[in-house]
């Protein structure tokens, strides 16, 4: 009979309920919603008022309530797909794993900043519903990120060939995805600096706590831009097609609204755009090249 030290039967044992255990962090992350979640002392009234977490999302707190259905439909999200198998290769699965962090930490974002954001001018003391709340999606981004990275970390270590060799559209797709992101990311601090100054501090810390998993999202994108897989590349084109999108729409805006300013973020992003779906559909047209050849 083999003996097995704690450790082991520890590990043994956490192999059997790890599932079960994150399931139950989902729907805590939910069902916090009903309980005591903040008390707010008014600014200047000093009326004291104590909110349910639904309460923040059926009151209307200038149209910001509705945010704090991204981490109850995140959790219920989540809750389903945990009962469905993993499908795909290596890279895909990392992708998805990449998406996974990014989705926890919008969850975990809105809890920890979003909550005090709505409530920037008065006194906010956090209730048995928000502890929860936050630390449960806080528990969950940390696993999704360490999980991300361990996947990222294992594929590098057994990284493939290219499977289309090395080519100027791939150089460009890889770095036009960090472009884009950077400039994803330019556009909602600007706006918010202009529309509330006090918020840009809380703006500025959600994306700092967001950028990590999207930096792992790329490096899987990445990753299947150079070995040619065709999800990858097809994805690369969708995202600089919104892109581009969203530039020339922001270029026609500016014109009518006469702000030159949003010039500087509209002009590089149609650019930037542009040049990668360029790069998306001449690799997707030489692998089709190579299909028939």
Request: aromatic share 14%.
């Amino acid at each position: 009979m083999v003996n097995h030290s704690g450790a082991a039967q520890l590990i043994e044992f956490w192999s059997h309920v790890k599932d079960h255990v994150w399931r139950g962090l989902y729907l805590l992350g939910v069902l916090s919603f009903l309980l005591p979640f903040v008390t707010v002392k008014g600014c200047g009234s000093s009326e004291i008022t104590d909110y349910r977490g639904f309460q923040l999302i059926t009151d209307d707190f200038a149209g910001g309530g509705w945010c704090f259905l991204l981490p109850i439909c995140i959790g219920l999200t989540f809750f389903g797909l945990s009962f469905v198998g993993r499908r795909g290769g290596r890279i895909l699965q990392g992708f998805f794993k990449g998406w996974r962090a990014v989705f926890s930490s919008l969850a975990a974002v809105t809890v920890l900043l979003f909550t005090f954001l709505i409530f920037i001018f008065s006194t906010v003391h956090v209730r048995i519903g928000w502890i929860l709340c936050a630390v449960s999606w806080s528990l969950v981004y940390l696993r999704d990120m360490l999980s991300g990275f361990a996947h990222l970390r294992e594929l590098n270590r057994s990284r493939a060939l290219p499977a289309c060799g090395t080519s100027w559209q791939i150089v460009l797709l890889s770095i036009m995805h960090y472009l884009l992101v950077l400039e994803a990311f330019a556009c909602p601090v600007i706006w918010t600096a202009n529309w509330d100054a006090e918020a840009l501090p809380w703006l500025a810390g959600g994306l700092l706590f967001f950028s990590v998993p999207i930096f792992l999202v790329l490096q899987f994108a990445a990753e299947g831009i150079s070995t040619g897989e065709r999800w990858a590349i097809v994805w690369s084109a969708l995202l600089s097609s919104l892109i581009l999108t969203g530039g020339i729409a922001g270029i026609v805006y500016a014109a009518k609204d006469s702000a030159p300013y949003r010039v500087l973020l509209a002009v590089p992003a149609a650019i930037l755009g542009t040049a990668t779906l360029a790069g998306s559909l001449s690799a997707l047209r030489r692998m089709r090249l190579a299909a028939h050849s």
